[in-house]
């Protein structure tokens, strides 16, 4: 396929499933006793009606055993209920779907709860135990951050798991007009839910920016921007923080924002053992929202395994939004290599699926971010507003508790801007350590901070890392 030039797939909807609004669409159901494979293997799958904004439906095989079948469009294993109702009866076989959903007995036994769906483009979501949809994966990105490119997944593959079988393998074709791909997947629900990719790529034309296992999320705001937001909520988000475990071993956390304008950045490595999108704040109080419930979304981890990896870095996309609806972060690993054309790769990495912490991480996390002008109410002569007091707390929660009572050292540096201030306090209630400093900007120049705490020479956190720009404070 890469050998010849890129087909666009046909339009093929009639106008009265494209025209469809989100409330029309909402209302078409697949019929949940048709699912695949139902009672017969752990499995089941439920399959998505195409229409709305899903307007380019995929292909979807089974394999059992040796034979092979495509799925028809069957509109008996759907309901059309409100809006939707006239749609009834009056579809055709050929207009196929637009993905489909795997079900696992995940919380209960006796309850086969979503464990993953695949739709849209190369979209796809994935949960573990307890958890409800937020933050999602992607097959591929292509200039992410620029004139960006769509890879979708055009084919699927659904290999039927034997009974009792624990694991599902499934496979995609991607396809877009730079580069396709043959994907395999092998989807392992349980304590932390794992879907493992085996991806070869193949370019029909050069690549300057090439975007690996990305990930797509939501940072509306958080405690430090909440008193702009006139919202009965502290926190709106699927996400807050990006995490990064270098070759070396260091862990970086880097708060996530809403900036006012798109601004990328990037954690440069050799090799990473692995990167994430985390929701840390799993606390009810700090979203108050009952319908969204934010503290229930994933997290989720890229571990990489064997592949092109080499050197590049984790780039992180930050767009400006007002609305909790739209994704505005972006997270992908990037070579330094542009992939021209002609050329294949092949990337292998899990998608862990967790919490707030990895059970391997060990040392002491930021639990919080706090900025805002460097002067108190009323003050006079106060200090310009670009000059700014950050308050950084970490938990050691993890921490042998012998060791509480020495007090760790505060390491920080930055490329612009003056430091200074810095302080180290006890939480109260023996929950951690806060460091406050000062950062007074040199002009117009970005300000790219990182902090850490050590006890007798030995790293005791992991590493704070943030990106101030002074026109925030304007």
Known sequence: ??????????????????ELDYEAY???????????????????????????????????????????????FRAELFEYDGSAAHLAGTLPPEIGHSGFRIHYPLNDPDVKDEVAVFQGASYFRLMGPGQVHGLSSRGLAVDIGGEEEFPEFQEFWLVRPEPGEETMVFHALLDSPSVT???????????????????????????????????????????????????????????????????????????????????????????????????????????????????????????????????GGVQLLEAPTVSEFQDNIGVSWVPDAPLSAGEERRYRYDLVMFDERLELQTLAQ??????????????????????????????DATVDAAQVGDHPEAIIDTSAGRIWGLHTTRLPEERGWRVSFRLEPDGDRPADMRLYLTRAGEPLSETWSYVWYPDQAR
Do not use: C, K
């Open 366 to 395: 930021v639990a919080r971010t706090g900025i805002g002008w460097d002067a108190l109410p009323g003050q006079a002569s106060a200090p310009p507003r670009s000059q700014r007091r950050f308050i950084v707390d970490f938990s």
């Open 26 to 72: 909402r209302s078409i159901r697949f019929r949940p006793e048709a699912a695949l494979w139902g009672g017969e293997t752990p499995f089941e799958v439920q399959l998505l009606h195409p229409g709305y904004l899903f307007d380019e439906p995929v292909r979807i095989h089974l394999v059992d055993h040796e034979a092979v079948t495509t799925l028809p």
């Open 181 to 311: 791909g043959a994907y395999r997947f092998e989807l392992v629900p349980g304590a932390e839910t794992v879907l493992r990719v085996d991806a070869h790529l193949f370019a029909r034309r050069d690549v300057r920016r090439l975007g690996v296992a990305p990930l797509s999320s939501m940072y509306l705001y958080g405690r430090n921007r909440a008193s702009s937001y006139d919202d009965f909520r502290p926190e709106v988000h699927d996400s807050d923080g990006l995490l990064m475990w270098t070759r070396a071993g260091e862990w970086i956390w880097r708060p996530l924002s809403n900036r006012p304008i798109p601004i990328v950045t990037a954690l440069i490595d050799t090799d990473p053992r692995g990167f994430g999108l985390v929701q840390r704040a799993r606390d009810f109080d700090r979203y108050l929202d009952l319908e969204t419930r934010y503290h229930l979304r994933p997290s989720e981890w890229v571990r990489l395994g064997e592949g092109d990896w080499g050197r």
């Open 1 to 18: 396929m890469a050998a010849h030039d890129y087909a666009a797939p046909a339009a093929a909807l009639p106008a009265v499933l494209t």
